[in-house]
């Protein structure tokens, strides 16, 4: 059973940084598909960032440059970070982490393939 757990949201002003956390457990696969998503009150979710199994990574448009995706290098874990700089008010939302085994690349930053999702960490900044 894939349990993913997010960690490392909260409060910061503009121009601040945050490190998101996600925990994955359950699995015997290391080389997955794992992103980050989010959804503000009123919006769509979106996808934020990626890394797949050969560790290529992918951002949206409007965080590049400002976030960077890596997986858990530590032996026998699967979790993932975001490591966000210069956030922005527009950031604001509740980030979820994802995972699936493999996901074709032009779809990394779509939620439909991903089976797997955290409940989410809030972001939220002033």
């Known amino acids: 059973h894939v349990q993913l757990v997010e960690s490392g949201g909260g409060s910061v002003q503009a121009g601040g940084s945050l490190r998101l956390s996600c925990a994955a457990s359950?699995?015997?696969?290391?080389?997955?598909?794992m992103a980050w998503f989010r959804q503000a009150p009123g919006k769509e979710r979106e996808g934020v960032a990626a890394?797949?199994?050969?560790?290529?990574?992918?951002?949206a448009e409007s965080i590049k440059g400002r976030f960077t995706i890596s997986k858990d290098t530590a032996k026998n874990t699967y979790g993932v970070y975001l490591q966000m700089n210069n956030l922005k008010p527009e950031d604001t939302a509740m980030y979820y982490c994802?995972?699936?085994?493999?996901?074709?690349?032009?779809?990394?930053?779509?939620?439909?393939?991903?089976?797997?999702w955290g409940q989410g960490t809030q972001v939220t900044v002033s």
């Open positions: 359950g699995y015997t696969y290391n080389r997955n598909c």
């Open positions: 994802a995972a699936e085994r493999v996901v074709s690349t032009p779809f990394v930053l779509q939620d439909w393939p991903y089976s797997y």
């Open positions: 890394v797949d199994g050969d560790r290529r990574t992918y951002y």
